[in-house]
């Protein structure tokens, strides 16, 4: 990649200029408090603004969280992500109450030499995720006014074509940040010479969702490894009753060529977790792949098959893991999941974790982070990397 980096800009000298900062703090947060459940996101940015920091640049940091519809949504701020990067950095975080309007402004005018800002919500503008070039254009703008330089640390985000993405770089002068240089690095390594054994396991709800990096990985995998609710439309494909298990009809046909093609590749569960109702505490107990009843639902996969799919990570040298095993935030449905994480910290391999709800498993289930090789932040954004797709935010950082 043709991309300058963090480290160019600090060379050049920041101290007293103001650095936007792109950054994917889209944090989970507890609905009924409000709390961030899960700070993994945050702790991510911090080497890319603790540099600046450091190096006396005026920090503005910029970001969205959840899905608002491009208007002011209270459930959707990010002032608690403001209070908790302000506690990781050791010093207060000024926030502003708006995006681009009158408090982003005061609030920046405002920052004296290593100091940093929050901006509300990019997506409260509707102008940040706007199909028409214009909108999204003037808003990339309002944006790029509050920056000197621009750096981008979200790789979460680097999949949308969206204002502060893909349209801001173009405004000012840009470079890649700490984390998404790193996330970047790792993920070349899976798509240039993975050293062989090369397993990946894949996981979620859905087929339709996977389909496309499951299409790009079956020339070069040596082992693929199916569980989550996405198992049960291979299963059905392999003939077998699934009862009320997560089902996708219109994907079954597409499972069967799959498996066809594979040519002996794809691993999918022997047993399986089946419960009476998709709740913490609904009776459950486990049976074969080709005994599920008809009036239960699949809701994890079966210790048998956790020792199978353990069986072959341990033969890896190459792992890459994205999506759960079971509803690992029931704990009634959360062994697969956990046997699959621990079975992959365990082996003698490079190990990616492919954000989203695989990297969210590895924190609720209190494991090791460390003892991954690489914890992505982007569960996306590494799927359309690893399917060979040019990410917006990556082609903005290459210009």
């Not at 208007?71 to 959707?76: I, L, N, T, V």
Request: net charge negative; aromatic share 6%.
């Amino acid at each position: 990649m043709s991309i300058r980096t963090l480290d160019d800009l600090l060379a050049e000298g920041v101290s007293g200029r103001r650095v936007l900062v792109r950054a994917d703090l889209n944090v989970p947060l507890d609905k009924q408090s409000g709390a961030i459940t899960d700070d993994g996101r945050i702790r991510a940015v911090l080497p890319t603004l603790g540099a600046l920091v450091e190096a006396g640049a005026k920090v503005v940091v910029c970001s969205h969280l959840g899905r608002p519809k491009g208007a002011p949504d209270p459930q959707f701020s990010l002032s608690p992500v403001a209070d908790r990067l302000g506690e990781l950095l050791g010093a207060p975080v000024r926030f502003a109450t708006d995006t681009v309007g009158e408090s982003a402004r005061s609030t920046v005018a405002d920052l004296a030499d290593g100091q940093v800002a929050l901006l509300e919500n990019l997506r409260f503008n509707a102008g940040e995720t706007s199909k028409d070039e214009a909108e999204r254009g003037a808003f990339a703008d309002q944006l790029a006014a509050f920056g000197d330089a621009y750096v981008d640390d979200a790789f979460g985000a680097v999949h949308r074509k969206h204002a502060s993405v893909y349209d801001v770089p173009a405004r000012l002068p840009h470079v890649a940040g700490r984390l998404v240089l790193r996330e970047v690095e790792v993920l070349s390594k899976l798509t240039s010479e993975p050293e062989r054994p090369y397993v990946v396991v894949l996981g979620g709800s859905k087929v339709s969702d996977k389909l496309a990096v499951i299409e790009a990985l079956l020339p070069t995998v040596d082992r693929l490894l199916i569980g989550g609710g996405m198992c049960f439309t291979f299963l059905k494909a392999q003939g077998l009753e699934v009862g009320t298990s997560l089902l996708e009809k219109d994907m079954v046909e597409t499972c069967r060529n799959l498996l066809e093609r594979a040519d002996g590749k794809i691993l999918l569960p022997v047993d399986v977790v089946v419960a009476d109702a998709f709740a913490p505490d609904a009776a459950h107990d486990t049976v074969r792949v080709d005994g599920i009843p008809s009036h239960r639902l699949g809701l994890d996969i079966g210790p048998e098959t956790v020792a199978g799919f353990a069986a072959a990570l341990s033969q890896a040298k190459t792992i890459f893991w994205n999506g759960p095993m079971g509803v690992f935030e029931m704990a009634a449905f959360a062994a697969g999941t956990r046997g699959i994480a621990e079975a992959i910290t365990k082996a003698d391999a490079f190990s990616v974790v492919g954000g989203g709800d695989s990297a969210a498993a590895v924190r609720a289930l209190g494991l090791d982070e460390s003892s991954f090789g690489h914890i992505s932040t982007g569960g996306g954004a590494s799927l359309e990397y690893l399917e060979g797709k040019t990410l917006p935010g990556i082609a903005a950082l290459e210009n």
